[in-house]
Every structure is written in C-alpha cells, then in structure tokens.
C-alpha cells in the first residue's frame, strides 16, 4: 500500500494552492505519480516536490504535469496564472526574509558617502529586490544604474534617485528628508535649474509637490522666479487627472525660509 502523501505546505499560501490544484488534478485523472511520471516525461521525484507547496517548481515541470493530467490548454491558462501569483508571493517572501530593520539616518547625511548609505539601507529595508525587478518599476532606472546604486554609486540624476527610493518602497509623503539629503550633498539648484526639474521629473504631483516646498525651505528665488515655480505646479495640477488641491501651490508663494 502507498505512503500517504504529506499534507501541502502552506507556508507560503499562493505556492500552497499552487500545489493543491496541481494534486486535484493528479487525483482526478486517476494517475499515480509513476503513471504521471511516464505521461509528462519528468520523474516522479520532481512531480512530487512539484505539488508539495514547498518548493515553486520551475515552469517546465508545471506545465508538463497539468498536460501529462489533462489535455485540455483551459488548465494550462488557469495553471499559469495561480503559478504566476506563486511566483509574485515567493519573491515577496524571500524579499521579507532579507529585509533589514535599520532604518536609514538621514539627519546624519552630509556628503556622498553618508547618501550612499542611506540609499542601502532603505534598499536592504526593502528585502534587497533584484536590481532587474527595480528597473521595471521606472523607465528612469535602468537595471546597471540600480545595481550600481546597491554597490555604492549614488546618482546625479534626480529622475534616478527618486526612482530608485519608490522602487525601495519610499512613498510620496516619505521623500521630504530625502530631498533635504540631496540638497545638503550636491547643492541648491538655481530656480531655472528647479523649474526644469519639476517639468521632467515624471513623478506623482505629490512628490513634486514636496520637492518645491523643500526647495524653497532654504533657497532665496526672486519673487519673479517663485511665482514662476509656482505656476510651473499649477499648470500641472489643473493639466493632470490627479485629484490635487490647487491652492495650495498658491500658498507657497508667501512661503518662508526655515527658521
């Protein structure tokens, strides 16, 4: 008589209901894992390991299962999105188990270096994602420039540097004491150079929000030049779908330098 087999591990739950619809199938067609074994051209070992939710079997080994079960393709479409969501929740658990609690020390950043650190930080804070997965986030982060940045570089283009905080998980709310960084190592831009920023930046209305009143914090633009930053923000907030508030940018034209 057969061993029974182990019940599916549901550490991870998608890998587990991964391989409890890959059982059910086994089980309905009637099969035992030496019969599917001789079906799907896999040994039976790797089927095993395949529905026992441990594991996340490689795409092969899936597909060649549910075909050796059935013939029907609505079960490979079906198997390949729950293999899908398996795949999404392995790498999320992985990136939990290596995720860091240091928290990065931005008061302390004063030059390239410290920034480098921060940056790391806030990456392994993450789970240390795969510089591959980062790049999809943003078409403003190749994947060499993320790699580098886990390596140490730290980016001069701001595009980059905002991208790679919201591929380590930074919200909007969050980059204020990231900006403050920025401009403590690499300078104040110029109010022309500001203005250009927030036309190609690409970034949520939010995070151009924070980023001009950080810029104003401790810059000294003329009038002229303030009103035109200020313009800047409302020809994006009335010319964008974002639920924004308009007023507020108006706001920042009495705004004073921090004390």
């Given amino acids: 008589m ?8 549901y550490t991870v739950p998608a890998l587990g209901m991964l391989a409890e619809y890959l059982r059910r199938l086994r089980i309905s067609a009637g099969l035992s894992y030496g019969e599917l074994a001789v079906r799907s051209k896999c040994s039976a070992a790797h089927l095993k390991r395949a ?16 075909r050796g079960c059935t013939g029907d393709s609505r ?3 079906y198997t390949e999105l729950i293999y899908g969501r398996a795949v999404r929740a392995v790498e999320q658990a992985k990136r939990d188990f290596r995720r860091s609690g240091v928290q990065p020390d931005l008061q302390s950043v004063g030059d390239v270096a410290g920034l480098s650190h921060a940056l790391r930080n806030a990456w392994a804070q993450e789970g240390r994602p795969e510089s591959r997965t980062m790049a999809l986030s943003s078409r403003w982060l190749p994947r060499s420039t993320a790699n580098a940045i886990t390596t140490g570089r730290v980016p001069r283009d701001l595009r980059q540097y905002v991208a790679f905080l919201q591929a380590c998980g ?23 150079d500001a203005a250009t ?6 970034a949520s209305y939010d995070a151009l929000f924070t980023y001009l009143v950080v810029y104003l914090e401790d810059a000294s633009p003329s009038e002229e030049d303030r009103q035109r930053l200020v313009d800047i923000m409302q020809e994006i907030a009335w010319g964008s779908d974002w639920t924004v508030t308009p007023p507020n940018v108006a706001q920042l034209i009495g705004h004073a330098p921090r004390p």
């Fill in 75 to 77: 079960h490979c479409m």
């Fill in 51 to 66: 529905a026992s939710g441990r594991t996340l079997p490689a795409r092969p080994v899936m597909l060649a299962y549910v």
């Fill in 170 to 192: 930074i919200d909007d709310e969050s980059l204020a004491p990231w900006f403050r960084a920025w401009f403590r190592v690499f300078g104040r831009l110029s109010a022309r």
């Fill in 2 to 9: 057969a061993r029974p087999e182990s019940p599916v591990d």
């Fill in 197 to 202: 920023t927030l036309q190609t930046l690409q």
